[in-house]
C-alpha cells in the first residue's frame, strides 16, 4: 500500500522561530492534506493541496506531486502552534477515486516562551 | 452546526459490551469516512460511505465492526462485545464530493474498554 513518512518524529522550537516539516510519499497521490491536532485531539485543516504552493497566514505549503513530497513551513511560531502536525494523501486506485485518507505518523511539535 | 459533530466524546465500556457511536457530517456532504486512532498514531482508514452506500468496509479489524448510513446523513459505528484493543479514539470525517477531497474531521470519541 501507499506509505506516507514524516520528518522529523519530534521539533522543538523557542517562540518566534522558523519550521520545515516534510512529508513524503511513495505512489502519485490526488489528494494530499496537512492537519494540526491540538491538545484536545481535534484535527484541524490546515491546507488540501494536492500539488503546488499555498500560504494562510504564518503557514504555507508546498507539493512537488512528481518528486512525491510536500512541504509545511511555519513562520514565528507561537506556543499555540504545538501539537502534532500530519500529512495525510489518497490515491487513485484502479480508476475510481473516493480518496480514504493514508496518514503518516506525524511531527510532534513543541514551542517554548 | 458548521463542522462535523460526533457524541458521545468519551465511551467507557466493559468487555463485552456493545457500544454505537454517532457521525453527524456537515450537512450536505456526499462523503463519509470513519478512522481508528490509536495513542501515539496516526488515524487508519475503517469504512467509506457515498451517499447511503457503504463503498469500502476493508479497514474495518472484525466482523464486530459495523457501520451504517441508512438516510445518507447520519452515521452509526457500532462494535459488538467489545475488547481491550477496541480502546482508541474513533474520528469521523466528511467531504463535500465524491471524490473524498477536502475531508473535514470531527472531535472524535475516545472508547475506553476495561
Known amino acids: 500500500g501507499i506509505q506516507v513518512e514524516q520528518s522529523p518524529p519530534d521539533l522543538i522550537l523557542q517562540e518566534g522561530a522558523n519550521s520545515t516539516l516534510r512529508c513524503n510519499f511513495s505512489?502519485?497521490?490526488?489528494?494530499l492534506q496537512w492537519f494540526h491536532q491540538n491538545p484536545w485531539g481535534q484535527l484541524i485543516n490546515l491546507f488540501y493541496?494536492?500539488?503546488g504552493t499555498k500560504q494562510n497566514g504564518r503557514l504555507s505549503a508546498t507539493t512537488v506531486a512528481t518528486e512525491r513530497y510536500s512541504l509545511l513551513y511555519i513562520s514565528s511560531s507561537q506556543t499555540t502552534d504545538s501539537g502534532v502536525y500530519f500529512c495525510?494523501?489518497?490515491?487513485?486506485?484502479?480508476?475510481?477515486?473516493?480518496?480514504?485518507?493514508?496518514f503518516g505518523q506525524g511531527t510532534i511539535l513543541t514551542v517554548h516562551p | 452546526g458548521a463542522g462535523v459533530s460526533q457524541s458521545p466524546r468519551y465511551k467507557v465500556a466493559k468487555r463485552g459490551q456493545d457500544v454505537a457511536l454517532r457521525c453527524d457530517p456537515i450537512?450536505?456532504?456526499?462523503?463519509l469516512f470513519w478512522y481508528q486512532q490509536a495513542l501515539g498514531q496516526g488515524p487508519e482508514f475503517l469504512t467509506y460511505?457515498?451517499?447511503?452506500?457503504?463503498?469500502?468496509k476493508s479497514g474495518l479489524p472484525s466482523d464486530r465492526f459495523f457501520a451504517e448510513r441508512p438516510e445518507g446523513s447520519v452515521s452509526t459505528l457500532k462494535i459488538q462485545r467489545t475488547q481491550q484493543e477496541d480502546s482508541a479514539v474513533y474520528l469521523c470525517?466528511?467531504?463535500?464530493?465524491?471524490?473524498?477531497?477536502?475531508?473535514?474531521f470531527g472531535p472524535g470519541t475516545r472508547l475506553t474498554v476495561l
Open positions: 470525517a466528511s467531504s463535500l464530493g465524491a471524490s473524498g477531497r477536502g475531508q473535514f
Open positions: 505512489d502519485s497521490v490526488n489528494n
Open positions: 493541496i494536492p500539488s
Open positions: 495525510a494523501v489518497s490515491f487513485n486506485a484502479g480508476g475510481t477515486s473516493y480518496g480514504k485518507l493514508t
Open positions: 450537512s450536505g456532504h456526499v462523503s
Open positions: 460511505f457515498q451517499n447511503e452506500a457503504q463503498l469500502d
